[in-house]
């Protein structure tokens, strides 16, 4: 079983629709990491949390250390947000990122 | 530029050959990472510089992996007679505090193809 887990693997969304994306870990973390993968490659950090809930613009994220747990949102999405969104997790002894296998999400116009 | 660079973007080499990868990280990170993704594969830890501390090597797959972090800034990652499966994207991250968990921004990759 794999320290972070991600679902859906793939996500197919139509425009304006709200879409929820789930990372579950299963080691003690010191934060979690949200990035987007665009089909060129290039990676973007969108949040690094440890605790409670952060918003940008239309995407939010939230996590429950307790339940070792974080979800992505993303709100009225449009084409534009098609990406592969990576959840990564930070250990306690120190910054390498684990990472979870990704979310291929696409959305139609 | 402001932002982490990475060179060659593309580089492609026979089996058996030697590489070296370049990062530039953004000025003033103490913090430098390499990451592999493989093709149709998540992103796997390679290495990781902070400060003037010993390098955590532990993602590094063989020891034909090696990297080097001169004058706390640019990174040079080294592979050593290539073999196929080496065949990925490397990419590097830099952030400026590597304790207190701190975003990492990262390069464009290298995408090395070994013949």
């Known amino acids: 079983k794999n320290e972070v887990e991600q679902s859906p693997q793939n996500l197919t969304a139509q425009e304006g629709e709200f879409i929820t994306i789930n990372c579950s870990y299963s080691v003690g973390i010191s934060a979690l990491h949200w990035l987007q993968q665009h089909p060129g490659g290039g990676i973007v950090s969108l949040f690094m949390?440890?605790?409670g809930k952060k918003k940008h613009g239309r995407l939010i994220a939230t996590i429950n250390i307790q339940e070792k747990h974080s979800s992505l949102h993303i709100t009225a999405s449009h084409p534009r947000d098609s990406a592969v969104y990576i959840c990564a997790v930070e250990g306690t002894s120190g910054s390498r990122l684990t990472f979870g296998e990704g979310t291929q999400l696409t959305v139609n116009p | 530029g402001a932002g982490v660079s990475q060179s060659p973007s593309n580089k492609v080499t026979e089996k058996g050959k030697d590489v070296e990868l370049r990062c530039d990280p953004i000025s003033g990170h103490t913090a430098l990472y390499w990451y592999r993704q493989s093709l149709g594969q998540g992103l796997e830890f390679l290495i990781y510089f902070q400060g003037n501390s010993a390098p955590d090597k532990s993602g590094l797959p063989s020891d034909r992996f090696s990297a080097e972090r001169t004058g706390g800034s640019v990174s040079t990652l080294t592979i050593q007679r290539t073999q196929q499966e080496d065949s990925a994207v490397y990419l590097c991250?830099?952030?400026?505090?590597?304790?207190?968990?701190?975003?990492?921004?990262f390069g464009p990759g290298t995408r090395l193809t070994v013949l």
């Open positions: 949390l440890s605790s």
């Open positions: 991250a830099s952030s400026f505090v590597a304790s207190g968990s701190t975003r990492q921004f």
